[in-house]
């Protein structure tokens, strides 16, 4: 939703933010990112299938061997697709987050290293838990499938809601290591 509280429609397309491509450009050498000065004529933004369960994925026409040879002889890499799930549409900052993520990959850096998880945190850090609708969305579908719904202290006998993925570590009233009792 918009500050007015209508909702966004989702374009045809994912949008390229302004001065991405500009940001990365600044950020990365040619050594590190061989196709990033070919991402704006070789590179397509779509939205993927809303079954997928990633929420972005970069594809390369040609084959690794392909891509190798263009890599190391500095040639452009051919057409580069970017789908972006369409759950990301209205949560912006994990929107950016992702397709920064991609573009990384779209550029050349296709190790999920140590370097690379650097350069998306320093133009696009993930959002917290409580900033983004779309993660807020995913926990609560997988609390909603899981078997228990509240905590029973084994110590104090106190029950509370169930709010994480994980098991707590101790109970919230007593402050004591929890013993797993299912509500």
Known sequence: ???????????????MPDGLLNELKKRLTSDEAPFLRH?????TLEWMDSNDRRFGLTRFEYNHHELFRRRRL?????????????NLHGDDTLYRHTLVHELLHAAGLIEHDGNHAAI??????AP????????????????SKLPERSWICGECGHTW???RVSLPNRCPKCAKPFSHRAA
């Open 39 to 43: 991402l704006g004529k070789h590179l």
């Open 1 to 15: 939703m918009d500050e007015s509280g209508q909702e966004k429609t989702r374009p045809n397309i994912p949008p």
């Open 128 to 143: 917290k838990l409580s900033q983004s609708p779309t993660l807020q969305r995913m926990r609560e579908e997988v609390l």
């Open 120 to 125: 998306v945190n320093d133009i696009a850090p």
């Open 161 to 163: 809601q169930r709010r």
């Open 74 to 86: 500095r040639v452009a890499p051919g057409p580069i697709t970017i789908a972006l799930h369409p």
